[in-house]
């Protein structure tokens, strides 16, 4: 099992450029979230799914949109970059089924905006 | 609201024992996580405790007081690699999303 995996590894974008994160996990979680980190920060939650189809907002969603048409994908997209979204990115999923659930996170993005 | 408080740095000596702490104030408690994050690497689940008490695996203990709105992480026999941000996480809204919200981390140095 690859867990999951998150697509690209690297990116650096021109400010008002657009991009898409992939995120795919292989354990048939329900659940699947989108986080920044930033230093100083911490891990801020951006959206989440608790099913395929279902999206909703967390914390500082602005900026961001989300698509989960499979159960296996969560897709971050930004539509037009700023450099205040400069950060490194990490997807986590989780089964969902209890509140004690661990939740698996991918290897990160680290996005760049100039 | 909600807020998770944690040391932003410690330090210690290979073979030693260290305590990170952490407050919370939550609505509708569910529990605390921890997890390990190395430089550069993605967070990895270390512990959770929903009921007061200490929790032992390995070199790793946690421990929660529920009245108290405080736990703490405790690394026994600190070895290098134990060099790393321990965060710690409480489920919010309730847990019903499984959503976490995360302290700013605490940035373990581990000397020889």
């Known amino acids: 099992n690859a867990g999951v995996t998150q697509t690209p590894k690297f990116r650096v974008l021109k400010t008002g450029q657009s991009m898409t994160l992939l995120c795919a996990q292989d354990m048939n979680h329900e659940y699947m979230y989108w986080y920044r980190q930033d230093p100083g920060m911490g891990l801020r939650l951006i959206h989440y799914?608790?099913?395929?189809?279902?999206?909703a907002k967390g914390e500082v969603p602005d900026g961001y949109n989300v698509s989960r048409l499979k159960k296996q994908n969560f897709l971050l997209g930004l539509e037009s970059a700023a450099p205040s979204q400069t950060s490194v990115y990490f997807c986590?999923?989780?089964?969902?089924?209890?509140?004690?659930?661990?939740?698996?996170f991918g290897p990160g993005t680290r996005l760049t905006v100039l | 609201g909600q807020n998770i408080d944690q040391p932003t740095e410690m330090t210690a000596t290979e073979g030693a024992i260290v305590q990170i702490n952490c407050t919370y104030q939550?609505?509708?408690?569910?529990?605390l996580f921890w997890y390990q994050q190395h430089a550069g690497e993605a967070p990895t689940f270390l512990s959770y405790n929903v009921l007061d008490g200490l929790e032992e695996k390995g070199r790793f203990s946690s421990f929660l007081s529920r009245s108290k709105g405080y736990s703490y992480l405790l690394l026994k026999e600190l070895q290098m690699k134990d060099s790393a941000s321990y965060l710690c996480a409480a489920p919010s809204y309730g847990g019903s999303q499984g959503n976490l919200i995360f302290g700013k981390g605490t940035k373990l140095s581990v000397k020889p």
């Open positions: 986590a999923s989780s089964s969902g089924t209890s509140v004690g659930n661990e939740q698996f």
């Open positions: 799914s608790v099913g395929e189809g279902t999206t």
């Open positions: 939550t609505s509708g408690f569910n529990g």
